[in-house]
């Protein structure tokens, strides 16, 4: 379940892409950060619901302490169209997504046991994965751009997906190589 405590959200279920969680990595000429691409499908409208609300607490905060109390125009949000602005990504089909970040590395965990356990092997956590996002929301004033950008807190895997990248399985790529008991083939 979904849930909302000011500008904090903690997502239902959702999937990652461009997940880089465990090293920081710099785009376009920016400072390096954590980041991941949160992909939310237009069905969950709770976890949507919150996100609205949270990002309308943060220009409240933003008109009184960034923006000299009047709300700009042309302010940028984070929460976006998949369908609209990613139309060429299929993975992007069907979802609304936020764009994640944090100078500071966010807790990566599992649930095991006894408990969260964290992850730091990256084919754990990887895009294409699914699992639940805790962000924040926040007001901004920086060179000229006025809007709301979204914080990476922590991250729960909650299970595997398809791994975006092109990568494949090394399993559906050898298949035809493996015997009963697993000793390929032309090993004899």
Same mark, same amino acid.
């Given at each position: 379940?979904?849930?909302?405590?000011?500008?904090? $959200?903690?997502?239902?279920? $959702?999937?990652?892409?461009?997940?880089?969680?465990?090293?920081?990595?710099?785009?376009?000429?920016? #400072?390096?950060?954590?980041?991941?691409?949160?992909?939310? +499908?237009?069905?969950? =409208?709770?976890?949507?619901?919150?996100?609205?609300?949270?990002?309308? =607490?943060?220009?409240?905060?933003?008109? #009184?302490?960034?923006?000299?109390?009047?709300?700009?125009?042309?302010?940028?949000?984070?929460?976006?169209?998949?369908?609209?602005?990613? +139309?060429? #990504?299929?993975?992007?089909?069907?979802?609304?997504?936020?764009?994640?970040?944090?100078? =500071?590395?966010?807790? $990566?965990?599992?649930?095991?046991?006894?408990?969260?356990?964290?992850?730091?092997?990256?084919?754990?956590?990887?895009?294409?994965?699914?699992?639940?996002?805790? $962000?924040?929301?926040?007001?901004?004033?920086?060179?000229?751009? %006025?809007?709301?950008?979204?914080?990476?807190?922590?991250?729960?895997?909650?299970? #595997?997906?398809?791994?975006?990248?092109? %990568?494949?399985?090394?399993?559906?790529?050898?298949?035809?190589?493996?015997?009963?008991?697993?000793? +390929?083939?032309?090993?004899?």
């Amino acid at each position: 379940m979904a849930k909302l405590n000011g500008t904090r $959200v903690t997502t239902n279920e $959702v999937r990652f892409s461009y997940a880089h969680v465990f090293e920081p990595h710099a785009m376009e000429g920016n #400072d390096p950060k954590y980041s991941v691409s949160i992909l939310i +499908p237009k069905t969950d =409208t709770e976890t949507v619901q919150m996100i609205e609300k949270a990002i309308e =607490t943060a220009k409240k905060e933003g008109k #009184d302490s960034k923006w000299s109390g009047k709300m700009p125009p042309n302010l940028k949000l984070p929460l976006r169209d998949g369908d609209t602005d990613r +139309p060429d #990504d299929e993975a992007y089909a069907g979802h609304w997504f936020i764009n994640a970040s944090s100078r =500071t590395k966010p807790g $990566v965990f599992k649930k095991g046991s006894a408990g969260l356990i964290e992850i730091s092997d990256e084919s754990e956590f990887y895009s294409g994965c699914y699992g639940v996002a805790a $962000v924040n929301f926040y007001p901004y004033n920086a060179n000229g751009n %006025r809007g709301v950008a979204c914080g990476l807190n922590n991250l729960l895997f909650t299970r #595997d997906g398809e791994a975006f990248g092109g %990568r494949s399985n090394p399993e559906d790529d050898f298949a035809d190589m493996l015997s009963d008991d697993d000793t +390929p083939d032309f090993l004899g």
